[in-house]
Structures are given as structure tokens and as C-alpha cells.
């Protein structure tokens, strides 16, 4: 009876996590992220073009890849009602969760209809279903697609350079002002430094060394 119990407690809390999540009518954000419910969601485990980038080239014509999969995910998904379970959040405050539309895993059948790609830095939940569609040829596949993950990281190394050119000599600490104020300083080689922005107009700036950013009453990024 015991065991019974238990079994029926564990079963309860797991139905209670799947129920965590933001549930009600879907609105296409692109071909990744979505609001439901209020709530901002970024599918787990996928990874869609974005929506302003171009796929081509090795003699395949550049072709906005990015609006066509927020296009056809749209087409699939705008307006259904979705049910999600939430697994993390992410740095932009976004719910990472796993969603099902009419009780299929919407990230899957993205994946296998070719309009994303199996985000294998954070899950391996749908690497078969990406190779499957790479040998059918479905969707992106085959098309000249740069993977979404090395197209942001080409924008930001470019971004990076221009931003760089506008620091002082010798001085490459950025002084970052944060959206709820704080003051935080990022090292090169720390994890957010290349993708730190220096915005002058917003009171952001360049310091020289730790002590001078810290005396203007900068933190230290913790990472």
C-alpha cells in the first residue's frame, strides 16, 4: 500500500510539472518562438533560421530563409491552441519549454519537416529526426542554409569588430548598463564580453582597467 501510495504521489507531481507550462492560443513570434498564453516561449531542443537571414550560396541564389520558415511556421501553427511544459529560462527571460499542438511535439515536427534545425548544444532529443531530414532533403535541407548558430555568431563577430573600433587605446573593459540599471563591467574573455555592446547615449563606456571601473562604481560580470 505504501508502494502504491508513493507511486500515485510521484505520478501526481508529474502531472502537475506537465501542467507548469503556458497552455492556450499560439501567436508566431518566427520559426522558433512563439507567445502563448502571455507568455514568451522558445521551443527546447530546436534551433530556426532567423528571421531576417539569407541562405545560399555554393552556386545557390541567396534567398531569405529566415522570413520563409517564420512564413511557413506560421501557416502551420498561428492561432492553435498549444499546451507546453516548461524545462528552463532563458538569459532574455524567455520560457524554454517542450509544446505539443493537437498532441504532437511541435519542435519535432519541425525538425522533421526541415524548417529547424536539432539544437544539440542544449538537447539530443531530435538529432535523428534532423539527419532523417537532410537525407530527404526536406525543408532548409540541401539549400545552402548556414546554420542559425553560425549565422549569430558571423553577425556578432562583425558586430564586434565595429564596436571595438569605437574603444579607446589600450582600453577594451566594457562598462554595461543593464535594462533594470545595474552597472556591470565584462572582461575580455569572460562569457558575455563579445556579445556586450557599448552604447555611449545610454551612459555605457570603455574603461582602461578594473580599478577605474570599479572607482565609476562598475561590478564585475560573475561571468
Given amino acids: 500500500m505504501l508502494r502504491l501510495c508513493s507511486a500515485l504521489v510521484l505520478l501526481l507531481g508529474l502531472a502537475v510539472t506537465a501542467e507548469a507550462g503556458p497552455s492556450g492560443r499560439l501567436h508566431v513570434i518566427d520559426g522558433d518562438t512563439f507567445d502563448i498564453g502571455g507568455t514568451r516561449v ?3 531542443g530546436i534551433d530556426a533560421p532567423e528571421a531576417e537571414q539569407m541562405c545560399g550560396g555554393d552556386g545557390v541564389p541567396m534567398w531569405g530563409c529566415g522570413a520563409w520558415v517564420s512564413g511557413e511556421v506560421r501557416a502551420r501553427y498561428d492561432g492553435r491552441r498549444a499546451r507546453c511544459e ?3 529560462t532563458d538569459r532574455y527571460g524567455r520560457a524554454v519549454a517542450r509544446c505539443t499542438v493537437g498532441g504532437k511535439d511541435m519542435g519535432r515536427s519541425l525538425v522533421q519537416a526541415g524548417l529547424a534545425f536539432a539544437y544539440r548544444q542544449y538537447s539530443m ?5 534532423e539527419k532523417r531530414a537532410a537525407v530527404q532533403g526536406r525543408g532548409l535541407h540541401g539549400a545552402g ?10 553577425a556578432r563577430t562583425g558586430a564586434a569588430a565595429v564596436n571595438a573600433a569605437t574603444a579607446p587605446q589600450g582600453c577594451v573593459i566594457k562598462g554595461n548598463i543593464s535594462r533594470d540599471g545595474k ?5 575580455p574573455g569572460q562569457t558575455y564580453y563579445e556579445a556586450t555592446r557599448i552604447n555611449p547615449a545610454r551612459g555605457e563606456r570603455w574603461f582602461c582597467s578594473e580599478a577605474e571601473a570599479r ?8 561571468r
Fill in 215 to 222: 572607482a565609476a562604481g562598475w561590478r564585475r560580470a560573475k
Fill in 183 to 187: 552597472r556591470i563591467y565584462h572582461m
Fill in 145 to 154: 542554409v548556414q546554420s542559425p548558430a553560425a549565422f549569430r555568431a558571423a
Fill in 125 to 129: 532529443d531530435y538529432d535523428l529526426d
Fill in 86 to 88: 516548461t524545462l528552463d
Fill in 42 to 44: 522558445r521551443l527546447h
